[in-house]
């Protein structure tokens, strides 16, 4: 292997590690040595051993088995993205190929028949980006479709896997994270004057997800139940139901491994897609079967729904003041406030309104995106 490749490969490979580290997996200096040892064995030109033996190297339990392929999948994606011209991070020229690439990309590489994307055609990709992450899913054309719905489950992937990390080093006081104390005092000796400190992040809330079918949601429910499914994906506590007329859970369905397996089971749910509109009575049902879930202090209740119910205002109102008296915080979702004259007047919009913390819009990728900061 020549020499400027060869160091493309170590820097890709020890980028991989502090990624994966960052993000929930364990390991150390001994992994990411192991970590290169495999890729030199098994080589780049194979995706599925590389994969396979970088797994083997960097997991030591079935949950980090089991979180690696999301990882490397997201680091792959975040590498061809920094990689193209006009990204604005900085590149290195690979000797004889004229091809820009960071050594991240040199261990993930390119997908097979990708070409060098001129200037023009990758400011024209950027634009449809832009676009695509802020249109109404009201509004999309049929042939950007899929292309949203691709770019979409990236995004969201990436938010909830930043949200699942588990801990992160700091400097103030906690337990002594030894692996770090030995590595950065090893110019002293060993002697540990240098103390590194391992704190725990606050305990996770509890999410429970309560996503609205009814009709005059067609246009919103297949892009939120997706939200949902990225969301339950990565989060240790999290319950999901649908309701229109009624109420049915569907958090078992969303913990398929692959999304196309959710939405298969889903589809064999009797969960009253596109019918008509209950909100009142299904909170009333979660209430009494399924009041267990919405423990006090924890739980973040977050209804994705665009205020149209056919019940009686009061019931809405009363069952949700008695929820928002037990969780955490009460999130209201609402895809009509991506509209600039909308107003929440109707009547079942206007009696909950009292009893919920965050009234947030639902109508495009940018404004599900930003509830990372609420969760």
């Avoid at 820009?100 to 990708?114: C, F, M, N, V, W």
Wanted: contains cysteine; aromatic residues 6%.
């Amino acid at each position: 292997m020549d020499q400027k490749p060869a160091e493309y490969l170590t820097q890709s490979v020890v980028e991989l590690c502090r990624f994966t580290r960052s993000n929930g997996l364990s390991g150390g200096l001994h992994r990411s040595l192991a970590a290169l040892r495999a890729v030199k064995a098994v080589g780049t030109s194979d995706r599925e051993s590389l994969r396979f033996a970088l797994r083997a190297a960097l997991c030591s339990s079935k949950a980090e088995w089991d979180l690696f392929d999301e990882l490397f999948k997201a680091f792959e994606e975040q590498s061809q993205h920094t990689s193209k011209p006009g990204s604005g991070k900085q590149k290195t020229i690979v000797e004889g190929s004229g091809q820009r690439e960071t050594p991240s990309q040199y261990l993930i590489g390119h997908d097979a028949g990708d070409e060098p994307e001129p200037e023009g055609k990758t400011a024209a990709g950027a634009s449809v980006r832009e676009r695509l992450v802020t249109v109404d899913f009201s509004h999309i054309p049929q042939n950007d479709l899929l292309r949203l719905e691709e770019l979409s489950l990236r995004l969201l992937r990436q938010m909830s896997l930043r949200l699942s990390r588990r801990l992160e080093s700091g400097h103030r006081p906690g337990p002594i994270d030894l692996r770090r104390t030995i590595r950065r005092n090893l110019a002293h000796g060993g002697e540990p004057i240098v103390l590194a400190f391992r704190n725990k992040k606050p305990q996770k809330n509890r999410l429970l997800i309560f996503l609205d079918v009814s009709g005059s949601m067609n246009a919103y429910s297949v892009f939120l139940l997706k939200f949902a499914y990225a969301l339950q994906k990565h989060f240790r506590h999290v319950d999901t139901f649908l309701f229109s007329t009624s109420l049915v859970e569907i958090s078992d369905a969303l913990r398929a491994r692959r999304l196309s397996d959710a939405l298969v089971k889903l589809s064999q749910l009797a969960a009253g897609w596109s019918a008509g509109t209950k909100i009142g009575a299904s909170l009333r049902e979660l209430n009494r079967l399924h009041s267990r879930k919405l423990q006090a202090g924890s739980t973040i209740f977050m209804i994705l729904s665009d205020g149209w119910d056919t019940g009686a205002p009061e019931v809405l109102a009363a069952e949700l003041k008695a929820i928002h008296r037990r969780v955490r915080r009460v999130i209201w979702l609402n895809p009509l406030l991506g509209l600039a004259d909308y107003e929440p007047v109707t009547r079942g919009m206007s009696a909950a309104l009292p009893y919920i913390d965050v009234f947030a819009p639902a109508h495009n990728l940018v404004s599900l995106l930003a509830l990372e900061k609420q969760l």
